[in-house]
């Protein structure tokens, strides 16, 4: 039989269809390896090649022919379990299933790599180069020995205490432990980047302040900051009133991630401040106004809290 019209693409067949058998039994239809397909020129015939499109090994592909060619016009799919070889590349994402994978071959859906990666622990270092850790709600300190002390140059020098971010990670607060308040203080805590020579260079937040008049663990909240793997630089300073105690790491339970140019002979350098006092917002870059110091004591606690 022969046809006016182009057949037009309509959608897949699967193999339980009515309209399969009715297809293949009242069309003289062959079925045949796509190589073994006869010539074209029998305009209005069928012909479905079962190895697949081109031979591609899919599922089986219905061809019409055009008078001088086969035109491929669909596939017949099995609605059963099917091996599908040979590579398949899709012109968009492909939907899968409404649930989880449980075996080790079955590939997984986004749903579920973001639920499983939002349960893994957050490895952060909250100090120059803390190599011991311990979980405290949101939050990754360092164990060993504390100490309650007030600030370098009395606090009105700015503090950058370094953090290794080691994946990528966003946080939305930064916290310091007042242990003794201060008359009226205000304390500004905040973000630098490193630079070139991997000390604090660009400012990358103001976090605000905290009320350190009172004591207690103090957050500055701030806008959510993704951070990608790096060291970066909590600071704080000393914005107005008397300087407070605050909750620092002993020297001896750090490893400084800044060694000085002879680490050999020189005792490593834990954390820089930089000269000056600071009234209002961060300075930006961190030496405007003031040169770094490197300092080798005990280390301010300064932490970051994730969301």
């Not at 190599?131 to 990754?140: F, P």
């Not at 007030?150 to 080691?166: D, E, F, K, N």
């Amino acid at each position: 039989m022969a046809f006016d019209e182009t057949p037009t693409y309509v959608g897949d067949i699967a193999a339980d269809d009515p309209i399969s058998a009715n297809l293949l039994n009242s069309l003289t239809v062959q079925r045949v390896a796509f190589a073994s397909m006869p010539a074209a020129g029998n305009t209005g015939a069928f012909c479905v090649a079962s190895n697949g499109k081109d031979g591609d090994s899919g599922p089986e592909a219905i061809y019409w022919d055009n008078g001088s060619a086969w035109v491929f016009v669909g596939r017949i799919f099995n609605d059963s379990a099917e091996t599908i070889t040979g590579v398949k590349t899709f012109g968009s994402i492909p939907l899968g299933p409404a649930s989880d994978p449980s075996t080790a071959n079955q590939l997984s859906r986004k749903s579920y790599v973001d639920a499983t990666a939002a349960t893994q622990a957050k490895p952060m270092f909250a100090g120059p180069g803390l190599s011991n850790t311990e979980a405290i709600g949101t939050l990754r300190v360092a164990t060993g020995t504390v100490t309650n002390a007030v600030l370098v140059g009395g606090g009105t020098s700015m503090h950058a205490i370094p953090v290794l971010v080691q994946q990528s990670d966003t946080f939305d607060g930064i916290k310091i432990n007042v242990t003794t308040l201060g008359a009226a203080a205000v304390v500004r805590l905040g973000i630098y980047d490193s630079g070139a020579d991997g000390r604090p260079a660009a400012l990358h937040i103001d976090a605000g302040t905290i009320d350190a008049s009172a004591t207690g663990v103090k957050t500055a909240s701030m806008a959510a900051q993704t951070l990608t793997p790096g060291i970066y630089w909590l600071v704080c300073v000393l914005n107005s009133g008397t300087m407070p105690q605050v909750r620092h790491h002993d020297f001896e339970s750090v490893v400084s991630i800044i060694p000085p140019a002879d680490i050999l002979t020189t005792t490593p350098v834990t954390f820089f401040t930089r000269s000056g006092a600071v009234a209002g917002a961060l300075p930006d870059p961190f030496t405007t106004g003031g040169a770094i110091v490197e300092q080798r004591g005990d280390v301010p606690a300064i932490v970051l809290e994730t969301q």
